[in-house]
């Protein structure tokens, strides 16, 4: 069935460290994959979004590029802050489809 | 800030109650998901509602049900509820785009059940 696939955490890294977040999924035809954040205490905000491959999406520094060849969408950041510390998840959304589907989540936790 | 407001922000009940759980959709917006995240099946979608009627089912059990009203707000009513129904429930909401396709959608703050 449909699903999306995200690397486990937890994750900590030193602030200014290189961050990927691995992220594949599998669906037919062609979908429209999200990356969203969930800050402690909120709810989930769109990070960014790519609509067919080879799209990439790009937001507050994070990164990532619709692979339609391996099937993957992950995330990345070249330097990251303590601010950054949260939970991400991958969604994909299938054409003409309503529901999104997520990943379990990767909780990310960046030390001063 | 979404645009997505929900309410209450926790609600703390005992088993075998009745909740109501509200959304309001960005100003614009006439649909509007529900969603579930607990700590064992993670974020899974419940319903969808667009313009007043029920447009997609997911995950949501029978005890369960929603409803559009015609201000574009939203419910989901919960009943007989069981300590497994403890969990963030999230309502969206999205514009529709040309041709009957979807735009992203954007999440309230949550309401978190917790069943006693």
């Known amino acids: 069935g449909d699903s999306v696939t995200q690397m486990e955490g937890p994750v900590t890294l030193s602030e200014e460290a290189f961050l990927t977040i691995n992220c594949t999924y599998t669906?037919?035809?062609?979908?429209?994959l999200f990356w969203y954040v969930q800050y402690p205490g909120e709810g989930l905000q769109l990070l960014l979004k790519?609509?067919?491959?080879?799209d990439k999406g790009s937001n507050k520094g994070f990164e990532a590029t619709y692979r339609k060849e391996t099937t993957s969408f992950h995330l990345e950041k070249g330097s990251v802050q303590v601010s950054d510390s949260a939970v991400y998840f991958c969604a994909r959304l299938l054409q003409g489809a309503q529901k999104l589907v997520f990943g379990q989540g990767t909780r990310l936790t960046i030390n001063p | 800030d979404s645009g997505v407001t929900q309410t209450p922000k926790h609600l703390i009940t005992a088993t075998g109650q009745r909740v109501t759980l509200r959304c309001s959709p960005r100003?614009?917006?006439?649909?509007v998901y529900w969603y579930q995240q607990s700590l064992d099946q993670g974020l899974q979608f419940l319903i969808q509602?667009?313009?007043?009627?029920?447009?997609a089912k997911g995950n949501i059990l029978e005890r369960f049900s929603a409803q559009q009203f015609p201000d574009l707000h939203s419910e989901l009513n919960l009943s007989s509820l069981e300590l497994g129904d403890s969990a963030l429930y999230f309502c969206?909401?999205?514009?529709?785009?040309?041709?009957?396709?979807?735009?992203?959608?954007?999440f309230g703050p949550g309401t978190r059940l917790t069943v006693l």
């Open positions: 669906a037919t035809g062609y979908p429209s």
């Open positions: 969206a909401s999205s514009a529709p785009l040309a041709g009957g396709h979807y735009n992203e959608q954007f």
């Open positions: 790519a609509t067919k491959a080879d």
């Open positions: 509602y667009y313009n007043g009627e029920e447009r």
């Open positions: 100003s614009g917006d006439l649909s």
